[in-house]
């Protein structure tokens, strides 16, 4: 049984949680300037961070958790997840809005690439195949449950080794918007 309490980005019942911290996302977003000042300031506090619980293993078993993104920016870009693929890649994942205003930047390497909007009580499907990465485009915590298969894994350096991906989700006067990526090299085969 799991308790969720998205008002405080806790999930009751997790037997796993790994947090992320400012200093852990160097070289995420492509102000340079902007992230060293935001470094300067930071209080050490955790990001973002994913409780999550894995009650089996083996064919069929599923992880469930929440992901939890701190509102923020870093020069015109939000706060967001590293991103990932998994390692095997046709695993799909799903997400389900708790709290907050976000997005769900989703791309192929391809070339294909899309940005849901997810707020509470919308879910987002991530086919597999998709690289996937949250963005917290709003003022309070961004909540979301997640169910993908347990044996699915995550590939977090296909991002990196891409220079990014190829959308960036950055603020605009009235909102969010994405614009591309001149840093984004592709993604490996």
């Known amino acids: ?35 060293d000042s935001a470094l300067a300031g930071d209080d050490g506090s955790p990001v973002y961070w994913v409780e999550s619980s894995t009650v089996a293993d083996g064919p069929g078993a599923l992880t469930i958790g929440i992901s939890v993104i701190k509102p923020g920016r870093i020069g015109d870009e939000f706060a967001m997840t590293r991103g ?12 389900f809005g708790l709290s907050g205003t976000g997005v769900m930047l989703l791309e192929t390497p391809e ?34 449950l997640f169910c993908y298969e347990t044996d699915a894994g995550q590939d977090y350096g296909i ?5 990014g991906m190829q959308q960036l989700v950055v603020a605009t006067a009235d909102g969010w918007t994405t614009r591309p990526n001149p840093d984004h090299r592709g993604y490996r085969a």
């Open 1 to 35: 049984m799991l308790g969720l309490d998205a008002a405080e980005g806790a999930m009751g019942g997790s037997n796993g949680r790994y947090e992320k911290f400012l200093r852990d996302l160097a070289g995420l977003y492509r102000d340079p300037a902007a992230f």
């Open 84 to 95: 990932h693929l998994h390692e095997r890649s046709e695993c799909a994942e799903l997400y």
């Open 111 to 144: 070339g294909e690439s899309r940005a849901l909007p997810i707020s509470p009580g919308t879910a987002v499907h991530v086919p597999g195949g998709w690289i996937h990465r949250s963005v917290n485009v709003g003022d309070e915590l961004l909540s979301t």
């Open 159 to 163: 991002i990196e080794e891409a220079g």
